[in-house]
Nanobody, 124 residues
Framework: QVQLVESGGGSVQAGGSLRLSCAASGRTLRDITMGWFRQAPGKDHEFVAAISWSGTRTRYSDSVKGRFTISRDNAKNTVYLQMNSLNPEDTAVYFC?????????????????WGQGTQVTVSS
């Protein structure tokens, strides 16, 4: 079992930045792929970014590439999502997820464990 708790969400103006954190407990994050997804009101979960357990491989959706950076600190059992140049279209609840396999999956069903989500609101 893996428990995930996100933090760092909030409200910012367009062009601003936020850093989300995802703290894991229950077991070490070693050998676990971590991902971030988001869900805007009335929409399905959308893949944002994923990172391999070593941190050497990352994958981003086209909508955030070049603006968001995913990273992890396995010693702290924590994954981060640095979000820069935010725009109103980034407004959503952001979820951290753990995939018990290698491979940077982009589908919701590929991730077995999920946090409760943290709200990010970007105003114009």
């Amino acid at each position: 079992q893996v428990q995930l708790v996100e933090s760092g969400g909030g409200s910012v103006q367009a062009g601003g930045s936020l850093r989300l954190s995802c703290a894991a407990s229950g077991r070490t994050l070693r050998d676990i792929t971590m991902g971030w997804f988001r869900q805007a009101p009335g929409k399905d979960h959308e893949f944002v970014a994923a990172i391999s357990w070593s941190g050497t491989r990352t994958r981003y959706s086209d909508s955030v590439k070049g603006r968001f950076t995913i990273s992890r600190d396995n010693a702290k059992n924590t994954v981060y999502l640095q979000m820069n140049s935010l725009n109103p279209e980034d407004t959503a609840v952001y979820f951290c997820a753990a995939r018990m396999a290698s491979g940077l999956g982009v589908r919701q069903y590929e991730y077995a464990y999920w946090g409760q989500g943290t709200q990010v609101t970007v105003s114009s």
